[in-house]
């Protein structure tokens, strides 16, 4: 199970930080990441983080957003800074989880949490 917290209401150039925590029978996660999705649209990389801490971001986000995770938890966190209208949307949190050892991941998504930029 993975929640997330985090999301709300913001002015433009504001910041906001959305965690992610996973519960349940967890083995290893391998990749954690950060999704979004507007009406009417496809749901969108935001970031991830894989269990060797590389990272990997959606242009639009580049050197505003900073993804981490803590391992020991289970937690993944999006540090969202100077956003922008644009990143108005629903955020929903994933991750890779395998339940014991040489079993097969399954992909696991949150409920989501909104985000609202105004301008």
């Known amino acids: 199970q993975l929640v997330e917290s985090g999301g709300g209401l913001v002015q433009a150039g504001g910041s906001l930080r959305l965690s992610c925590a996973a519960s349940?029978?967890?083995?290893?996660?391998?990749?954690m990441g950060w999704y979004r999705q507007t009406p009417g649209k496809q749901r969108e990389l935001v970031a991830t983080?894989?269990?060797?801490?590389?990272?990997d971001y959606a242009d639009s986000v580049k050197g505003r957003f900073t993804i981490s995770r803590d391992n020991a938890k289970n937690t993944v966190t999006l540090q969202m800074n100077s956003l922008e209208p644009e990143d108005t949307a629903a955020y929903y949190c994933?991750?890779?989880?395998?339940?014991?050892?040489?079993?097969?991941?399954?992909?696991?998504w949150g409920q989501g949490t909104q985000v609202t930029v105004s301008s």
């Open positions: 349940g029978i967890i083995f290893s996660i391998r990749v």
């Open positions: 994933n991750a890779v989880i395998t339940t014991k050892p040489a079993s097969v991941p399954f992909l696991y």
């Open positions: 983080i894989a269990d060797d801490a590389s990272t």
